[in-house]
């Protein structure tokens, strides 16, 4: 999708919006896949509501993206921009046991900078690719832990009241990689409270959580974390696993050897290629389990 009309352009500039032309958004994704399209970069959360009712005015459709790290954009021209936050500088305030954390900032960046000022608890999302806006609208979490038990406010832009809004953490219901937020929603900041704990003991935690990491997926590959859900009771990556599915490929997308809820982009596979492949193992799944595997990666088709 291109936004060409100068006056939407020029009232872009006006919101100091950056305008991308034909933004791959296979360089945006951890999956490295995806196709084309005008990238809008926002610096103010302000003019949020203004920027987004010009866009519905001119029938511009839009997306948000965070990190891009658990996410499956489809192939070609796509049909809607796709709108990115800048990251402010600081991203994170740490005042006592809270911290201010901007949506655009990168997980693993700021968990480590609040262990440098003896703040822990997040130390099993360490390794986790993500901003944390895209950790917080799915309830990210790993080793026992999830971002949301932390979450005490969080400002967003609400899509069904069209206003920014702030809202506190026991208005919000965190489930299994699972939250309240509406899909249009958009995370712009979070206040998290997290416990004092000592650097050392902090920086000991996030090495053992990036071994049991290292030893059990395939980091070095591009890949979206696990591509479904596990089941209540149940490992999605064991049942591939026992159905001796790892390494089955469509085109580049391969069932990862290391860890079987794991699709990696072996070269250059298509969103088609991915979606093919997913679609196959849920059904294996399906036949010799009766169980339907519900994806945990967020897939953009057109
Ligand atoms: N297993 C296999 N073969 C495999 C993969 C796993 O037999 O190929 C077995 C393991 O040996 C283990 C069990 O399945 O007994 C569970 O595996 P693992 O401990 O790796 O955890 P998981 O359930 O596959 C979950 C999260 C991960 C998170 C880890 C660690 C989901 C869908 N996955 O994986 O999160 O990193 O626990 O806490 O909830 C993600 O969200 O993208 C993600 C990777």
Redesign the pocket.
Same mark, same amino acid.
């Given at each position: 999708m291109r936004i060409t009309d100068p006056k939407i352009v020029a009232k872009l500039a006006e919101f100091n919006v950056e305008l991308q032309h034909a933004a791959a958004l296979a360089d945006l994704t951890s999956l490295g896949i995806g196709g084309t399209t005008d990238l809008l970069r926002v610096r103010q959360h302000e003019i949020l509501p203004a920027l987004l009712n010009l866009l519905d005015a001119n029938d511009v459709p839009y997306r948000f993206i965070g990190g891009g790290s %658990?996410l499956l954009v489809g192939d070609g021209e796509l049909p809607w921009v796709v709108l990115q936050l800048v990251r402010p500088e600081p991203d994170v305030v740490v005042d006592g046991n809270y911290a201010r954390v901007d949506a655009a900032a990168d997980l693993g960046r700021m968990i480590t900078f609040c262990a440098k000022n003896d703040l822990g608890g997040m130390e #099993?999302l360490i390794g986790v690719p993500g901003t944390v806006g895209g950790a917080l609208r799915m309830n990210?979490g790993?080793?026992g832990m999830q971002i949301g038990s932390y979450v005490r406010e969080v400002k967003l832009y609400r899509a069904a009241s069209r206003k920014l809004e702030t809202l506190q953490g026991d208005q919000i219901s965190f489930e299994y /990689?699972h939250t309240s937020f509406a899909p249009d929603d958009m995370m712009l900041s979070v206040i998290l409270e997290l416990p004092s704990k000592p650097f050392k003991l902090i920086l000991e935690g996030i090495r053992i959580c990036n071994e049991k /990491?290292r030893s059990?997926?395939p980091l070095g590959q591009k890949s979206a #974390?696990?591509i479904?859900? %596990?089941p209540p009771g149940a490992?999605? #990556? /064991?049942m591939?696993?026992e159905l001796g599915l790892?390494g089955l490929s469509v085109g580049d997308a391969r069932v990862s050897d290391r860890?079987?809820?794991f699709f990696v982009n072996a070269g250059h596979a298509s969103a088609k290629d991915m979606l093919r492949l997913i679609g196959d193992v849920r059904e294996r799944v399906r036949k010799n389990y009766g169980i339907e595997l519900e994806n945990?990666v967020v897939v953009w088709n057109a």
């Open positions: %658990n #099993g990210a790993a080793y /990689r /990491r059990s997926q #974390g696990c479904f859900k %596990n490992s999605a #990556g /064991r591939i696993d790892k860890h079987a809820n945990e």
